[in-house]
C-alpha cells in the first residue's frame, strides 16, 4: 500500500513540475524514479529534477535562499550570502602535505562582517561585490569563519552595501592580529638578516621593526628582500599575526614591497603611553612608560640559567633538561606604577648592572661576603623601591598580568621636595 501511494504522489508531483516548467509528464516522471532509484530523498529528486529544466531559464540560483552575515552561525553549511570583500590576502600553507594558495579575508554586508579562507582561486579582490554559494561556517579562533571549499562558487555581482568599507592603506597602530590583504606604509627603522629551518630547508629571512607616525611594530620577511634599514616601504598584500602577544607584519611570497622614494615620518623616538592606555590595548610594541617601582620581586639579582634553553633554575636543575652546570645571569623583576595601571616589569643582565650599580662580579662578591644571593635583591630593592624609571620596551598582556620587557630604562630623579623648591624659584 505504501509502494502505491509513493508512486501516486511521484506521478502527480511529476504532473505539477512538468506543468510547471512546461515538460513532457512522461520524462519527468522517469528522472524522478530515476533519481529515487539511487535512495535520493523525494525532497532532493524534486529540486534537483526541477533545476534541469530551470537550468536554461532565468534565475538558475533563485533556489538558493541569500541570507544576511548576522544569521549565521558556526556549523552552518550550503551558505549563500552577497558581500563586498574588504580584503583579500594570498598566501600558500601547506595542507596535508601540499602546498595550496589560499585567499583570506573579511567580507561584510549591511548586517555585519565576517572572515573568510578560500581553498580555490575566486574572483576575491579587496572593493569587489560577490555572490557565495555553498559556503560553510567554522570555527576560527573562538569565531565564525566563512570556508570556501571545493564545492564553494563565487561570481561578481551588483554592489553591496556593507557596514563599512575597505579599508585601505592601514596605520600600522590600527594593525591587528589576523588582518590578512593588508596595504601600509612604513619606515624600516631596524632590520637583521638571519638563518631559519624553513620548510624548505635553511632559508635566509629578514626581521626587525616597522615605525610610522603612530606606532612601531615587529616585522618579518620570509623571503628576504631587497631593502635596507631606514628605508621606506610601501606593502600590498601582507598579512599580521601575533607574536610574543603583540601583533607582527608578515611579508609573505604574495606581499609587493617597494620602496617609496618619500620618506615616512615615524618621529625620533617611540611614543610614551600611560600604563592604562597600553593595557587597555592589549599591549605596544616598542614604547615608553614612567613610573614609580613598588616592588622589586623575588628572582631578582643574581640567577641561575639552563645553557641549553636559558630558563632560569633552580638548585641546578633545569624542568626541561634536568641537572646542567648552569650559567650565572642577573635580572630585576619589578613592579612599576604610573597612577593609572601597573606592570610588571623585566630587565636583563645590562640593565640591571645598571639599577644595581656594579657588574655581576661585583654582586658575586657581595653575595659572597653576605654568603647570601638575597642580598643583592636587598641591595637593588634598596635603590629602586619608591624611584622614579622611564622604561622604552614592548608591553604584553597575558593570562599572569600586563608585562614590560624592558630594553632601556633610567632612573629619573624624583625628589618631590627638589621639584617643589625649583617651581618655587622659578615663580
Ligand atoms: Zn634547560
Redesign the pocket.
Known amino acids: 500500500m505504501g509502494d502505491t501511494q509513493g508512486e501516486t504522489n511521484v506521478a502527480s508531483r511529476a504532473r505539477e513540475i512538468s506543468e510547471e516548467v512546461d515538460a513532457d509528464v512522461e520524462e519527468v516522471q522517469r528522472r524522478l524514479e530515476n533519481l529515487l532509484e539511487y535512495s535520493v530523498p523525494l525532497d532532493e529528486a524534486l529540486r534537483t529534477v526541477r533545476r534541469r529544466y530551470e537550468s536554461d531559464g532565468p534565475e538558475p540560483s533563485q533556489q538558493v535562499e541569500t541570507r544576511s552575515l548576522e544569521e549565521l552561525s558556526i556549523g552552518d553549511s550550503g551558505v549563500s550570502v552577497e558581500v563586498k570583500v574588504l580584503s583579500a590576502g594570498r598566501r600558500s600553507v601547506n595542507a596535508g602535505g601540499e602546498l595550496t594558495v589560499i585567499t583570506e579575508g573579511v567580507v561584510a554586508d549591511s548586517s555585519g562582517e565576517i572572515s573568510y579562507t578560500s581553498w580555490e582561486d575566486h574572483p576575491l579582490e579587496a572593493g569587489a561585490s560577490v555572490a557565495i554559494e555553498n559556503a560553510e561556517v567554522r570555527e576560527w579562533n573562538g569565531e565564525p569563519q566563512l570556508n570556501l571549499g571545493g564545492g564553494a562558487r563565487v561570481e561578481a555581482t551588483d554592489d553591496v552595501e556593507a557596514v563599512r568599507e575597505p579599508p585601505g592603506e592601514r596605520s600600522l597602530e590600527e594593525l591587528e592580529d589576523g588582518d590578512r590583504g593588508v596595504e601600509v606604509e612604513a619606515k624600516v627603522v631596524e632590520s637583521e638578516e638571519r638563518t631559519i629551518d624553513g620548510r624548505d630547508g635553511e632559508t635566509r629571512i629578514t626581521s626587525g621593526t616597522l615605525g610610522d607616525s603612530t606606532a612601531r611594530l615587529p616585522f618579518t620577511d620570509w623571503e628576504n628582500r631587497a631593502f635596507d634599514e631606514g628605508d621606506a616601504v610601501r606593502l600590498e598584500n601582507s598579512y599580521v599575526n601575533e607574536y610574543r602577544g603583540l601583533p607582527q607584519v608578515n611579508m609573505g611570497e604574495y606581499t609587493e614591497v617597494m620602496v617609496l622614494e618619500d620618506d615616512v615620518d615615524v618621529g625620533s623616538a617611540p611614543p610614551e603611553t600611560s600604563i592604562a592606555e597600553t593595557v587597555e590595548k592589549g599591549g605596544d610594541f616598542d614604547v615608553v612608560v614612567s613610573g614609580s617601582v613598588l616592588e622589586i620581586k623575588e628572582g631578582s639579582g643574581i640567577v641561575e640559567r ?6 632560569v ?1 633552580k638548585k641546578g636543575s ?4 634536568g641537572d ?1 652546570d648552569s650559567d650565572l645571569d642577573m635580572r630585576v623583576k619589578a613592579v612599576l606604577d604610573d597612577g593609572t595601571g601597573a606592570l610588571n616589569l623585566i630587565a636583563g643582565r645590562e640593565l640591571t648592572e645598571k639599577i644595581y650599580g656594579d657588574t655581576l662580579e661585583g654582586a658575586r662578591e657581595e653575595a659572597r661576603e653576605a654568603m647570601d644571593r638575597q642580598a643583592v635583591r636587598e641591595t637593588i630593592r634598596e635603590r629602586s623601591v619608591g624611584s622614579r624609571w622611564r622604561v622604552r620596551g614592548n608591553v604584553s598582556v597575558g593570562d599572569y598580568g600586563a608585562n614590560i620587557d624592558a630594553n632601556e630604562l633610567e632612573v629619573v630623579d624624583t625628589d618631590v621636595q627638589e621639584e617643589a623648591l625649583e617651581v618655587l624659584e622659578s615663580v
Open positions: 639552563c645553557p641549553d634553553c636559558g630558563r633554575v633545569c624542568r626541561s633538561h646542567v
